[in-house]
């Protein structure tokens, strides 16, 4: 074919959208045909993803998308490590967890003093963070475990009710700990150790294949054809975004910035020597097999959530508003530490920020503003220190550090990376994500010929800034 029509849906922690995309040889053209916000409910006392809430918004969109242009293909990504669980009528046992719930306290450490860390690092190359799938199953509860028999994780849920075919895609595979990235199956030695069924998961597959028509009733619905077909994308969000970072060489950093900041390099083999397993940096498939060697930041989240707070208290703040005010706060005066665990859980956002900068002997943030810079400039710097870390770990050299996602918007914060880097920052697409699953969609259908030719439609279609670092030294004291 010499150019595609195709429709992303990506959903991602805070919000879901759809995409459509006028994919040819020179053409990469996209528009937002629809964007709901994605709020978690509580379902029985246990954090849950309002999945029929997320389906009506997939399929809004894609009856939208379909009426500004005829889509011949749609590909589904999300968040990584989710999932549903179906019984043997194919029926969800009960809305997909969220990740922050706290079913999981303990239970990662439980494993890891059970099976030891080098054992899991080894089979897996994954990192260790609570959220993994491993720890999430290990959580729920015994008869659920055995009354389940499929485990989908959530892009392959969608892709199930929206085609009827089961499968388990390989780049959100990778995200669960029970995947061994270096043969590139499923890990039975894994699955083994932990004691869980080996059964749940289903065959790996492909980004780039075609499943073939939607379901007819859903046709009818849409308003679409048998000749649409869903294919798999990279459908891992992150894997996606990365696919879509406009780099012209393999020099380079991506921070794919949202809810969470993905920090890493791309490479062509997993890294899993002592030192990486010490620096907990993890090993995700990419497009073409490649590794996404990073460690998961806790982003925007830190922002968002600081925000939702203030609005419940009733000093509710706009985003622009405070980030404007952000940028006249002074710089570096208190900073937390962006990976720790304790930013995890929803809650009283602002208030653990100033508990952490009171534990460390730093002024504690009072203001919106002084939080927001605080929560800023301590991003830029794990940004800083973990492309710092890649570039030691896999041997890497980093010219230039690409931004994409929502937190490309933040002019500031991507300032204050470019100069705790000491290196350019190229910030955009903002829809990275959804620009990587059409660029994965129009690979099978024969419209784009590699990954190299992907990135060079996003350099040249997309709106892209550039950001050159200033006052590195500032920085330094903070990065030893
Ligand atoms: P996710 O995919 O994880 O849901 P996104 O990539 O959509 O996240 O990014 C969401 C983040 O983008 C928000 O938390 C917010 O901080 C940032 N953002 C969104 N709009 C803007 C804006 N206009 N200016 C600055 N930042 C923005
Ligand atoms: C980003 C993301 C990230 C995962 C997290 C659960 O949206 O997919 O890569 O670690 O969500």
Same mark, same amino acid.
């Given at each position: 074919?010499?150019?595609?029509?195709?429709?992303?849906?990506?959903?991602?922690?805070?919000?879901?959208?759809?995409?459509?995309?006028?994919?040819?040889?020179?053409?990469?053209?996209?528009?937002?045909?629809?964007?709901?916000?994605?709020?978690?409910?509580?379902?029985?006392?246990?954090?849950?993803?309002?999945?029929?809430?997320?389906?009506?918004?997939?399929?809004?969109?894609?009856?939208?998308?379909?009426?500004?242009?005829?889509?011949?293909?749609?590909?589904?990504?999300?968040?990584?490590?989710?999932?549903?669980?179906?019984?043997?009528?194919?029926?969800?046992?009960?809305?997909?967890?969220?990740?922050?719930?706290?079913?999981? +306290?303990?239970?990662?450490?439980? =494993?890891? *003093?059970?099976?030891?860390?080098?054992?899991?690092? $080894? !089979?897996? %190359? &994954?990192?260790?963070?609570?959220?993994?799938?491993?720890?999430?199953?290990?959580?729920?509860?015994?008869?659920?475990?055995?009354?389940?028999?499929?485990?989908?994780?959530?892009?392959?849920?969608?892709?199930?009710?929206?085609?009827?075919?089961?499968?388990?895609?390989?780049?959100?595979?990778? +995200?669960?700990?029970?995947?061994? =990235?270096? *043969?590139?199956?499923?890990?039975?030695?894994?699955? $083994? !150790?932990? %004691? &869980?069924?080996?059964?749940?998961?289903?065959?790996?597959?492909?980004?780039?294949?075609?499943?073939?028509?939607?379901?007819?009733?859903?046709?009818?619905?849409?308003?679409?054809?048998?000749?649409?077909?869903?294919?798999?994308?990279?459908?891992?969000?992150?894997?996606?975004?990365?696919?879509?970072?406009?780099?012209?060489?393999?020099?380079? *950093?991506?921070?794919?910035?949202?809810?969470?900041?993905?920090?890493?390099?791309?490479?062509?083999?997993?890294?899993?020597?002592?030192?990486?397993?010490?620096?907990?940096?993890?090993?995700?498939?990419?497009?073409?097999?490649?590794?996404?060697?990073?460690?998961?930041?806790?982003?925007?989240?830190?922002?968002?959530?600081?925000?939702?707070?203030?609005?419940?208290?009733?000093?509710?703040?706009?985003?622009?508003?405070?980030?404007?005010?952000?940028?006249?706060?002074?710089?570096?005066?208190?900073?937390?530490?962006?990976?720790?665990?304790?930013?995890?859980?929803?809650?009283?956002?602002?208030?653990?920020?100033?508990?952490?900068?009171?534990?460390?002997?730093?002024?504690?943030?009072?203001?919106?503003?002084?939080?927001?810079?605080?929560?800023?400039?301590?991003?830029?710097?794990?940004?800083?220190?973990?492309?710092?870390?890649?570039?030691?770990?896999?041997?890497?050299?980093?010219?230039?550090?690409?931004?994409?996602?929502?937190?490309?918007?933040?002019?500031?914060?991507?300032?204050?990376?470019?100069?705790?880097?000491?290196?350019?920052?190229?910030?955009?697409?903002?829809?990275?994500?959804?620009?990587?699953?059409?660029?994965?969609?129009?690979?099978?259908?024969?419209?784009?010929?590699?990954?190299?030719?992907?990135?060079?439609?996003?350099?040249?279609?997309?709106?892209?800034?550039?950001?050159?670092?200033?006052?590195?030294?500032?920085?330094?004291?903070?990065?030893?």
């Amino acid at each position: 074919a010499s150019s595609l029509i195709a429709a992303a849906v990506d959903l991602g922690a805070s919000s879901g959208r759809v995409v459509l995309g006028r994919i040819g040889p020179d053409q990469l053209e996209c528009q937002l045909v629809h964007r709901f916000p994605n709020e978690p409910i509580d379902v029985k006392g246990r954090l849950s993803w309002d999945i029929e809430a997320l389906w009506d918004g997939v399929l809004t969109g894609l009856r939208e998308a379909n009426r500004h242009g005829a889509v011949e293909s749609i590909g589904i990504d999300s968040w990584g490590v989710d999932y549903g669980l179906l019984d043997d009528q194919g029926m969800l046992l009960a809305p997909p967890a969220h990740y922050r719930d706290s079913r999981t +306290t303990g239970v990662m450490e439980r =494993v890891r *003093a059970q099976v030891g860390d080098a054992f899991l690092y $080894e !089979a897996t %190359g &994954l990192q260790f963070i609570a959220i993994n799938t491993l720890y999430q199953l290990l959580a729920e509860r015994p008869e659920d475990l055995e009354r389940a028999q499929t485990l989908l994780l959530i892009p392959d849920l969608l892709c199930y009710r929206l085609g009827g075919t089961i499968g388990a895609e390989r780049t959100i595979a990778s +995200t669960t700990q029970l995947y061994d =990235v270096a *043969a590139g199956t499923w890990s039975d030695a894994v699955f $083994e !150790a932990v %004691g &869980l069924p080996r059964r749940l998961v289903p065959p790996l597959r492909e980004p780039g294949e075609q499943l073939g028509p939607l379901r007819p009733e859903l046709r009818s619905r849409l308003g679409v054809t048998d000749r649409v077909l869903l294919t798999t994308v990279a459908s891992h969000d992150t894997a996606s975004a990365v696919a879509a970072v406009p780099a012209e060489d393999e020099h380079f *950093a991506y921070i794919s910035c949202g809810t969470w900041s993905l920090v890493g390099v791309e490479l062509d083999a997993p890294v899993r020597t002592q030192e990486s397993l010490a620096a907990n940096f993890t090993n995700e498939v990419g497009v073409d097999k490649t590794i996404r060697y990073l460690r998961n930041v806790t982003g925007l989240w830190l922002l968002q959530e600081s925000l939702r707070h203030w609005r419940d208290t009733g000093d509710e703040v706009a985003l622009e508003q405070v980030l404007e005010a952000a940028q006249h706060e002074p710089p570096l005066r208190s900073v937390i530490d962006a990976e720790s665990d304790e930013f995890l859980p929803p809650g009283d956002m602002p208030g653990r920020i100033r508990a952490y900068c009171r534990r460390t002997g730093q002024p504690e943030p009072t203001t919106p503003a002084a939080v927001t810079r605080c929560v800023l400039d301590s991003l830029a710097l794990a940004h800083a220190r973990v492309i710092r870390l890649a570039e030691r770990l896999s041997g890497r050299r980093v010219d230039v550090v690409h931004i994409v996602g929502g937190g490309a918007q933040n002019t500031l914060l991507c300032q204050l990376t470019a100069d705790a880097c000491g290196r350019p920052v190229v910030a955009g697409p903002v829809e990275a994500t959804a620009i990587g699953n059409l660029l994965v969609q129009a690979r099978a259908a024969g419209v784009v010929r590699d990954r190299a030719h992907g990135r060079e439609l996003v350099r040249r279609t997309q709106s892209l800034r550039r950001y050159e670092p200033r006052d590195h030294e500032r920085w330094l004291p903070h990065l030893s």
